[in-house]
């Protein structure tokens, strides 16, 4: 009977931990596509039809820290606006998840606006 508990215990931590593992899932469309109106981070995916929307996960831990590091090195942007949403990122670290809204020339993370880097610029719309 203790080797069924133990054994028990030991499949729900481990796939506990595998909930803990860091993702990155990014919805976006073409960055370059043009609307008649501004979208909203919240409308996001609402908005476009679902042929428009890629799906791109990135499960790599290097790849997660990269664009975790990219993340702190940001730029605050003096104009504070949002976004005409072109992108939005789920991060989790294995602790939190933060929704990220993108477009073109702004991040908007945390209620925070920063200056997009060529550099995120790649990560997110390169496949």
């Known amino acids: 009977m203790k080797n069924l508990i133990i054994i028990f215990l030991t499949f ?75 992108a939005i990122i789920i991060l989790n670290n294995g602790i939190t998840t933060d929704t990220l809204c993108a477009d073109r020339f702004t991040i908007k993370h945390r209620d925070k606006f920063y200056i997009m880097t060529e550099d995120l610029l790649k990560m997110i719309w390169t496949e």
């Open 12 to 86: 729900i931590l481990g796939c506990r931990q595998n909930d803990n593992k860091p993702t990155l899932r990014i919805y976006s469309i073409d960055v370059d596509i043009e609307t008649i109106f501004r979208i909203e981070c919240n409308d996001f995916l609402n908005t476009f039809d679902s042929t428009e929307l890629k799906t791109k996960d990135l499960i790599e831990i290097s790849t997660i820290d990269d664009f975790q590091m990219k993340l702190k090195t940001l730029q605050l942007d003096s104009g504070k606006r949002d976004p005409d949403t072109r």
